[in-house]
């Protein structure tokens, strides 16, 4: 289970299955670009997902949510009765640009995940982590025997209990 929970965690593509470039999605276009505007904070799904080389199916996919607010996460996977929760830092001088994650409640409790990201549109990001905390991986790939989580993610639309969430900063408090 934990390094299932790990493996959701992470939680910002080889292949065009991930955060395709919608060009014609202009919406926070110019934000994309610069980033400084870019707002990480909300839902996200994975949409596709490599890990060493071995692509993830739907159904795990599926069960992943990663919430986002200002500079905290939680991820939870359906079926799993804990959540990973942590802080990140964004690093956007480097070409790639780079998060560092630190893990403060759940299974990884205590770790670090280095990761580099790139911003798609206003609704699309993918992420490179490496799992094994010990460096930023170099491109977007995940390649055969490699501690490498590749992953492209979508902004889900608010429901209802996540504007709750919101607004009353429950987030912190899971």
């Not at 790990?6 to 910002?12: A, S």
């Not at 934000?31 to 596709?48: H, L, Y």
């Not at 200002?70 to 990140?88: A, L, Q, R």
């Not at 992420?127 to 979508?154: H, I, N, Q, W």
């Amino acid at each position: 289970m934990q390094c299932h929970t790990l493996v959701v965690i992470l939680c910002l593509v080889s292949t065009p299955v991930f955060a395709g470039d919608d060009s014609k999605n202009v919406k926070g276009a110019e934000s994309a670009q610069g980033n400084s505007k870019f707002q990480f904070d909300g839902v996200w799904k994975p949409k596709g997902a490599m890990l060493g080389g071995v692509l993830l199916p739907p159904p795990a996919l599926n069960a992943i949510t990663l919430r986002i607010d200002k500079d905290k996460y939680e991820v939870t996977v359906v079926g799993e009765d804990h959540s990973d929760k942590g802080t990140f830092t964004l690093d956007e001088t480097t070409t790639p640009k780079r998060m560092t994650i630190t893990s403060t409640a759940g299974p990884n409790k205590g770790k670090t995940f280095l990761a580099i990201y790139e911003i798609k549109n206003a609704d699309a990001m993918r992420v490179c982590y490496d799992l094994s905390g010990k460096e930023f991986p170099k491109e977007f790939k995940a390649p055969k025997d490699t501690e490498l989580y590749l992953v492209g993610y979508r902004r889900q639309l608010p429901d209802a209990d996540d504007a709750k969430a919101k607004t009353t900063g429950t987030l912190d408090q899971r």
